[in-house]
């Protein structure tokens, strides 16, 4: 009789690798422990009042599709004036990437966000979605991956351009958009 082979369980990941290759404050720094998990960070990070930090580390620390979808929601609460049509189509498309992560979805992203502008609060969204695996060249040339850590510094961009436009102040949007963060972390919010 053969026994089945047992595999050790995936050690949980702790905060101080997902935060290792990020640029956060010194502030920040001073609050990681080697045994804090991400959830742990996040919280103490927010309850520092570390936003900027917050966002970065909450963008890294998610699943791609989970991080992009926290810049839609981000994005749609934040922005209360009509956009342009571009900046219309490259918050549609990365919408459309976070319900159905297809490589034709993907790529519409990418042009979404080229029409948009990589500057831009959308077009940074688009991108995160373009970026967030796949190839960086058409597809008949040789396959180049993204850097993984492409959109997760993509949303990062999303997130703080809209906290700058949002109506209610970027004090204020940036504590929504965390609390919005905390909330898809916890599985409370689903964004797909």
Not at 4 to 20: G, I, M, Q, Y
Not at 29 to 53: C, G, N, W, Y
Request: some cysteine; glycine content about 8%; charged content about 20%.
């Amino acid at each position: 009789m053969n026994a089945a082979p047992t595999t050790a369980p995936k050690a949980a990941r702790l905060a101080s690798d997902v935060a290792r290759p990020l640029s956060l404050s010194e502030d920040a720094i001073k609050q990681l422990s080697p045994s804090l998990t991400p959830r742990q960070f996040f919280d103490a990070l927010v309850v520092a009042h570390l936003d900027d930090d917050a966002i970065r580390f909450l963008a890294a620390a998610l699943p791609k599709r989970e991080a992009v979808g926290w810049g839609v929601l981000c994005v749609k609460d934040g922005i209360v004036k009509p956009v342009e049509p571009t900046a219309s189509k490259a918050l549609a498309a990365a919408e459309a990437w976070v319900k159905e992560p297809s490589e034709a979805n993907r790529r519409n992203a990418e042009t979404a966000a080229e029409a948009a502008g990589y500057g831009t609060v959308t077009g940074c969204l688009a991108a995160a979605a373009f970026w967030s695996g796949g190839s960086l060249t058409p597809s008949h040339l040789a396959p180049v991956p993204p850097k993984d850590e492409l959109t997760g510094t993509a949303v990062v961009g999303a997130i703080l351009l809209a906290s700058a436009v949002a109506l209610v102040g970027p004090g204020p949007a940036k504590a929504k958009f965390l609390a919005i963060g905390g909330d898809i972390a916890s599985g409370r919010v689903k964004v797909y």
